[in-house]
């Protein structure tokens, strides 16, 4: 009995045993939760046991577990205050954690790895920043509320691609968590989505094309913190689930489209204070929506009557006040004629009102009360003319001259039996002509595609060869008159069509050696190539508005590499010659094609394809039947002169001669007759100058420190080849942040190499013409006109100080004291609290970085140095930058040991004392910036310095 009695107590210790076992709660998630507790400023709100070791057994509040493993956190709206731990993430076993409406502070700690998460709010704290592997893993995330958050107030951030990753996400809520830059294409890949509420940040660009079909049903974009988004909102038509959108305070534009009927599910859609233009649709007005604000727009024409509950529509450009009462037809056709030209913003928020002889800007009326006279020249107007025009019966006068139109003119516009006089010449309109009334004069003068005989044109299809070839021919002559019409004329010649490309080097030496027996003639005669043979890949980058000379840079992506070849034009330089006005000898690649393939893929260098125009020429863009996209840079017949032509032809013999991953790539060439064009590989972020100077204008984000060293170690290493590593040594004389560009990567390349000069053996100089740009000239290069490679380097100083500072070179609206940043520079850069107050704001300036900082601006002063000789080589420069970019950690260098020049003076007296202490004439100097001249005078030198625009 006693043995049984003790086998009886033995088997409940046992059990008890298992109990205590099976209800202990993992060690290290007891440890994170203690961790939590600790951090608390207030951890009394949470209720838990300060001794107690089992949270899942003992069952403490807001804490819930699986298997003895924590799987819920729930302690929303409990007015907790502090951070969270940073090994958060290894409660591996979450699947729901509810921390919103607290004050939790401090990073937010990495989410990475939690597989199992389904839902994470983390919404209305004031956590201050998120780590960057944040999404890694979170393949199970279903919600996210980051909500009411100012992550990373300096710099803003962006949602990662890991995020991609995923898939199962149905709710994305970010209100006022400081996303900055373009929603990311990725989102639009999460077929799951269902909301997504990102109101109050600084979200740029438009929506992206992959939200097409996606299956939102709510979608908030509204009030930015910045410009706002941007675009048309046409996409929306396509998310047919979508039950409401707020798009309030941005500045879509466009039409709101008729298609937007499709959206059955719509209850609530607020376009208030964006800048859409045209007609309401009568879809949208027939939707039964709850609410619907089109207040704060551009919309015109007459006032629907709405079936939603809830509208209102003020501050728009109406031509009724009460809905349902029509527009005067002369009202109706004026606003479908603005349809066609795209709504240019000029005339819709000049035009508004039922009376357009009131005063609408281009329209005058007769003693009838009618329009009689359209005068819009040199409007920038875009866009096609549109039929309603024949609906103005008392016209007399259509003066549309000098913009950008295309197309043909509407047939029903012979039936305005008023007209005397349509003036549509400058324009890139399209025959054929119709056949007005003798009594009309009709001018086309300057429209490319007519060619004196307007018959001619229009006995021909406008996309046949025939008429592929006329277009070929540029409108210059005398006009000619045919049925009372006036057009231009264009003299007749032989044309030599060229464009080489540098492609790989051809291996074989039997090709190689039947290349160069073909007959030169044959490349040239070959017009009509039907494919662009290469593997590159072209599109535009366009000049930045900080560059001096206004020029459109074209670039282009490629991995080609150059192999030689000799190519000769020879000729007249006049408008009307087919040549450059001397022998030229370029050496490039073996590739030609016919100018006839660029005019296709532009469709002959259409108005709407034009991507920038500047001093030399215009850009066009195109895309080839592959979707390969194009640019050309089309060096305008007005501006080939000498110097033109010189640059032209220096920087295809430079590129073809260096090959750099540092250095921006030229990929061809094209001569025919006037015809000059350039291709080059693409870096689709654009000049650096834009993102020190001009980001917010251009909404990008502000590059970010180590951006930056990155740029300034690429832009070295691309100028240490060009000066030591080459075959040859070059002097790039143009160094500066326009003519530095960012690939997507932001990896940096220099470009723009029409000015430079293949340097001396050893230290000599060089005595050249002075040119560059101001701001960024080595003195001895200024004062002398002597330049060896050092010049480079100063100007290289003067970009790392632009980098440090985000100031120009030179900037006349800067006080006096700081308009030329390198004598300002030199001024505060050994002082630690003057350098940091003189760092880019956009900078987030920490402790950790001012170390480099000051080895940057020591590096800056001693590539700024007076003496060339004192300055060090690009190598140099290579080696500083290169420890500081892999770990952040400066270099002992030198100290400061000279300077040479004396900075305090004013930049005149610098100078002219400068030249009297060296006896320097500088007399027979021929001083010019990059793309203009300015005239040498020894004593006015420095008020020209000074003057000049050097951004």
């Known amino acids: 009995m006693e043995d049984h009695s003790a086998k009886l107590v033995l088997a409940a210790l046992l059990l008890s045993l298992v109990s205590v076992v099976l209800s202990a709660t993992d060690p290290n998630d007891l440890a994170i939760l203690n961790q939590f507790r600790k951090n608390m400023e207030n951890p009394e709100l949470l209720k838990w046991p300060e001794n107690g070791d ?159 079909g996606l299956n939102l049903q709510i979608l908030w974009l509204n009030n ?344 000769t034009g020879s000729g007249s330089a006049s408008r009307n010659s087919s040549g450059i006005g001397e022998s030229h000898v370029i050496e490039a690649g073996n590739l030609i094609i016919s100018v006839q393939v660029l005019r296709n893929v532009t469709k002959n260098f259409a108005p709407e394809n034009e991507l920038g125009r500047g001093g030399f020429g215009v850009v066009y863009k195109g895309e080839l039947d592959d979707g390969t996209k194009i640019a050309v840079k089309r060096m305008e017949a007005g501006v080939i002169c000498n110097k033109a032509l010189d640059e032209f032809q220096a920087e295809i013999a430079v590129l073809s001669k260096v090959r750099h991953r540092h250095l921006v790539s030229l990929l061809g060439y094209c001569i025919e007759g006037n015809e000059r064009m350039l291709v080059y590989e693409y870096m689709p972020q654009g000049a650096l100058s834009r993102h020190l100077f001009h980001w917010k204008t251009f909404e990008v984000e502000p590059l970010s420190w180590k951006r930056r060293l990155n740029i300034a170690l690429d832009v070295a290493r691309g100028m240490e080849y060009l000066h030591n590593l080459a075959h040859k040594s070059f002097i790039h004389r143009d160094l500066k942040s326009s003519n530095i560009l960012l690939g997507d990567d932001f990896r940096a390349k220099v470009s723009d190499f029409g000015l430079v000069k293949l340097a001396p053996d050893g230290e000599k100089s060089v005595v050249t013409r002075l040119a560059g740009t101001f701001g960024y000239l080595a003195p001895e290069y200024a004062v002398t006109g002597k330049i060896t490679t050092k010049a480079d380097v100063f100007s290289f100083g003067v970009v790392l100080m632009e980098l440090l500072t985000g100031m120009m070179a030179l900037d006349e609206d800067r006080p006096e004291e700081s308009q030329y940043l390198a004598a300002w520079f030199w001024h505060i850069k050994s002082n630690r609290e003057k350098l940091m107050a003189a760092i880019d704001p956009a900078l987030d300036k920490k402790e950790e970085t001012f170390e480099s900082i000051a080895t940057i601006a020591e590096l800056a002063g001693h590539c700024t140095a007076r003496e060339p000789s004192q300055r060090p080589d690009m190598g140099h420069a290579v080696n500083v930058l290169s420890p500081l970019v892999e770990k952040w950690k400066p270099l002992d ?55 000049a625009d050097g951004r």
């Not at 619907?292 to 919309?299: K, M, T």
């Open 224 to 567: 930015p913190t910045g410009p706002g988004l941007s675009g048309p909102i046409d996409i929306l038509t396509t998310m047919l689930q979508l039950n409401s959108v707020w798009l309030h305070g941005n500045q879509f534009t466009g039409t709101i489209p008729e298609s937007i009927g499709n959206l059955t599910s719509l209850k609530d859609l607020n376009l208030n204070q964006n800048q859409l233009v045209g007609l309401v649709p009568d879809s949208l007005a027939n939707l039964a929506l709850d609410s619907l604000n089109l207040n704060n727009n551009h919309l015109m024409g007459p006032i629907p009557k709405f079936k939603a509950h809830n509208v209102t529509f003020t501050s728009n450009s109406f031509c009724q006040s009460t809905p349902g009462l029509p527009c005067a037809p002369e009202v109706m056709a004026l606003v479908e004629f603005l349809d066609g030209l795209n709504y240019p913003s000029i005339l819709v928020s000049k035009w508004s009102g039922n009376d357009p002889c009131g005063s609408w800007l281009g329209v005058s009326c007769g003693n009838n009360g009618k329009v009689s006279v359209i005068n819009l020249p040199k409007y920038n107007l875009n866009g096609t003319l549109s039929p309603s025009v024949a609906k103005l019966d008392s016209l007399v006068q259509i003066r549309l001259q000098n913009n950008n139109l295309r197309g043909s003119v509407p047939e029903n516009w012979t039936s305005l039996k008023s007209l005397t006089e349509l003036d549509l010449s400058g324009n890139n309109i399209s025959p054929p002509l119709p056949k007005f009334s003798k009594t009309v004069n009709v001018v086309v003068d300057d429209n490319p595609l007519f060619h004196g005989n307007p018959s001619a044109a229009a006995a021909a299809p406008e996309n046949s060869p025939s008429s592929a070839n006329n277009a070929s021919s540029s409108s210059t002559g005398s006009g000619s008159h045919v049925n009372g019409t006036s057009q231009s004329t264009q003299p007749k010649g032989s044309k030599r069509a060229s464009i080489v490309l540098i492609v790989a080097p051809v291996t074989s030496v039997a090709v190689i050696a039947a290349l160069l027996v073909i007959p030169l003639s044959m490349y040239y005669c070959k017009k009509r190539r039907d494919a662009f043979e290469t593997t590159s890949s072209l599109v535009i980058h366009p000049r930045d508005p900080s560059d001096s000379d206004n020029m459109v840079k074209v670039v282009v992506a490629s991995n080609t590499n150059g192999s030689a070849s000799t190519v």
């Open 54 to 212: 089992d949270p899942c057994g003992d069952k403490w509040e807001h804490v819930f577990c699986t298997d003895q493993r924590v799987s819920q956190i729930q302690v929303q709206n409990l007015g907790l205050k502090g951070p969270l731990p940073q090994n958060f993430n290894q409660l591996t076993e979450l699947t729901n954690i509810g921390l919103q409406r607290n004050n939790f502070s401090g990073p937010l700690p990495s989410l990475k790895g939690l597989s199992k998460l389904r839902y994470a709010y983390l919404d209305f704290n004031d956590f201050s920043s998120i780590p960057v592997d944040f999404f890694d893993g979170l393949d199970a995330l279903e919600v996210l509320a980051l909500d009411g958050n100012n992550l990373n107030a300096t710099s803003g951030w962006t949602f990662p691609p890991q995020l991609a990753n995923s898939a199962q996400l149905q709710n994305i809520s970010c209100m006022s968590c400081n996303l900055v830059g373009r929603l990311p294409d990725f989102l639009g890949n999460l077929s799951s989505l269902t909301v997504l509420q990102l109101s109050g940040n600084g979200l740029t660009g438009g929506i992206p094309g992959s939200f097409t």
């Open 893 to 947: 260098d030198e100290n400061e040991e000279y300077s040479g020049i004396d900075y305090s003076l004013p930049l005149t007296q610098m100078v002219k004392g400068w030249q009297e202490a060296e006896g320097k004439d500088s007399s027979y100097l021929d001083l010019e910036d990059s793309k203009g001249s300015i005239p040498a005078r020894p004593t006015g030198f420095a008020e020209s310095f000074t003057s």
